[in-house]
Nanobody, 125 residues
Framework: QVQLVESGGGLVQAGGSLRLSCAAS????????MAWFRQAPGKEREFVTN????????YYADSVKGRFTISRDNAKNMVYLQMDRLKHEDTAVYYC??????????????????WGSGTLVTVSS
């Protein structure tokens, strides 16, 4: 059983930056693909980005490509999401998630095995 706890959300102006963190416990962290999803008010939860267990492979949603960067520190059991040039439409609850399997396959809510409780990011326009 893997437990995930997100932190770092908050209020930021459009064009600003924010860094989210996710602390994992209870499993062999490096064996999991880690992902970030987000859910805006009234919308379905959507994939943002993921990273392979070793950290060498990443995928990004088109909407965040070039602005967001995912990284992980397996020694600390941490995964991060650096968000730059934030837009109002990035406002959402951001969720950290984990699953076994390669990142090419682990990009849907159905494939994720473990979820954090989320952290709210609000971007003012």
């Amino acid at each position: 059983q893997v437990q995930l706890v997100e932190s770092g959300g908050g209020l930021v102006q459009a064009g600003g930056s924010l860094r989210l963190s996710c602390a994992a416990s209870g499993g062999t962290f490096s064996t999991y693909t880690m992902a970030w999803f987000r859910q805006a008010p009234g919308k379905e939860r959507e994939f943002v980005t993921n990273i392979s267990g070793g950290g060498s492979v990443t995928y990004y949603a088109d909407s965040v490509k070039g602005r967001f960067t995912i990284s992980r520190d397996n020694a600390k059991n941490m995964v991060y999401l650096q968000m730059d040039r934030l837009k109002h439409e990035d406002t959402a609850v951001y969720y950290c998630a984990a699953a076994r399997g390669g990142p090419a396959l682990v990009r849907t809510t159905q494939r994720m095995q473990y979820w954090g409780s989320g952290t709210l990011v609000t971007v003012s326009s």
